[in-house]
């Protein structure tokens, strides 16, 4: 595992992105893996999502180059950790529909590299 402090954080939702901005503040360099093409043209030209992070955040971030967004798994080959914040939201029978976790890690696995954390959230 490479000790270069790059983490990725898969799915910048409500909690991913919270996630994301803390730990490039922190120094971290952090990209996330996002899906919604939408979500990605706001936050990579500086808008929040969330109400929980503003739009100075994000772009003062972006500007640090200790945050960007992606759809492409394979800024996955360079973190040493990987945080998997995907929804499960509950299906109409009050269990959680895994789908999009099942969707996310298979989507990653082949992009680990030995010695990474992975950390679902």
């Known amino acids: 595992m490479a000790n270069n402090g790059k983490v990725a954080v898969v799915g910048l939702g409500y909690v991913g992105l919270p996630i994301s901005i803390a730990a490039a503040q922190s120094g971290f360099v952090v990209c996330g893996i996002e899906v919604d093409q939408t979500k990605l043209e706001k936050l990579n030209s500086g808008q929040s999502i969330c109400e929980d992070i503003t739009n100075y955040q994000i772009s003062d971030q972006i500007k640090s180059g200790r945050f960007q967004a992606t759809s492409d798994f394979k800024a996955i080959q360079e973190s040493e950790i990987v945080l998997i914040c995907v929804p499960t939201p509950l299906n ?16 990653l696995a082949k992009y680990l ?9």
């Open 113 to 121: 590299s030995k010695g990474s954390l992975v950390i679902l959230e």
């Open 92 to 107: 109409i029978s009050g269990e959680p529909d895994l789908s999009y976790l099942v969707q996310a890690t298979e989507s």
